[in-house]
T-cell receptor
Framework: GENVEQHPSTLSVQEGDSAVIKCTYS??????FPWYKQELGKRPQLIID?????GEKKDQRIAVTLNKTAKHFSLHITETQPEDSAVYFC???????????FGAGTRLFVKA | EAGVVQSPRYKIIEKKQPVAFWCNPI?????LYWYRQNLGQGPELLIR????????DSQLPKDRFSAERLKGVDSTLKIQPAELGDSAVYLC????????????FGQGTRLTVV
């Protein structure tokens, strides 16, 4: 079946360093790629998303890149801060969100 | 504007007992999802509604799980009877009908089956 693989499962960085989380997807129909942040005991919340007609998108310290040919997309967080510590999920979705598949998540620790 | 509301937040039941979860989506959102999230895992879709119609329930264990979305607004997810392996967080999400659309999640119901 269709799936989304996410790596690494755990990532520990020093405050101020960059963090990169990578995902690959298998469904060629996927054309919308949201990233969610989930803090402990809280709901997943969208932090950034990218559509298939765009190769890169940036929002302050967060950026996402997409390589449709390779079916890869990545989340980049620069100048990490302790409050960035959370679990991050990538997802791949077809138009309209009819089929949204989540990755297993990356637990990010930012050490002060 | 209120977000997606779920209740209860926590539920502890004995195995073989029934349990029900309730979700009130964001007003105007046609699409409603129920996800199950096991510890350390990403959310897994159980069922998706477009208005009152279940359009994707392929991952719903139909022998014990059921769901309904009467009038295309609130939704209820039921498990009967519950098994130990059903312990998880059950997340409800909703989204507007659009080409590329964000799903807004509720706080979830943490179910513990003992």
């Amino acid at each position: 079946g269709e799936n989304v693989e996410q790596h690494p499962s755990t990532l520990s960085v020093q405050e101020g360093d960059s963090a990169v989380i990578k995902c690959t997807y298998s469904d060629s129909a996927s054309n919308y790629f949201p990233w969610y942040k989930q803090e402990l005991g809280k709901r997943p919340q969208l932090i950034i998303d990218i559509r298939s007609n765009v190769g890169e998108k940036k929002d302050q310290r967060i950026a996402v890149t997409l390589n449709k040919t390779a079916k890869h997309f990545s989340l980049h967080i620069t100048e990490t801060q302790p409050e960035d510590s959370a679990v991050y999920f990538c997802a791949a979705s077809d138009t309209g969100g009819f089929k949204t598949i989540f990755g297993a998540g990356t637990r990010l620790f930012v050490k002060a | 504007e209120a977000g997606v509301v779920q209740s209860p937040r926590y539920k502890i039941i004995e195995k073989k007992q029934p349990v029900a979860f309730w979700c009130n989506p964001i007003s105007g959102h046609n699409t409603l999802y129920w996800y199950r999230q096991n510890l350390g895992q990403g959310p897994e879709l159980l069922i998706r509604y477009e208005n009152e119609e279940a359009v994707d329930d392929s991952q719903l264990p139909k022998d014990r799980f059921s769901a309904e979305r009467l009038k295309g607004v609130d939704s209820t997810l039921k498990i009967q009877p519950a098994e130990l392996g059903d312990s998880a967080v059950y997340l409800c999400a909703s989204s507007a009908r659009d080409s590329y659309t964000e799903a807004f999640f509720g706080q979830g119901t943490r179910l513990t089956v003992v």
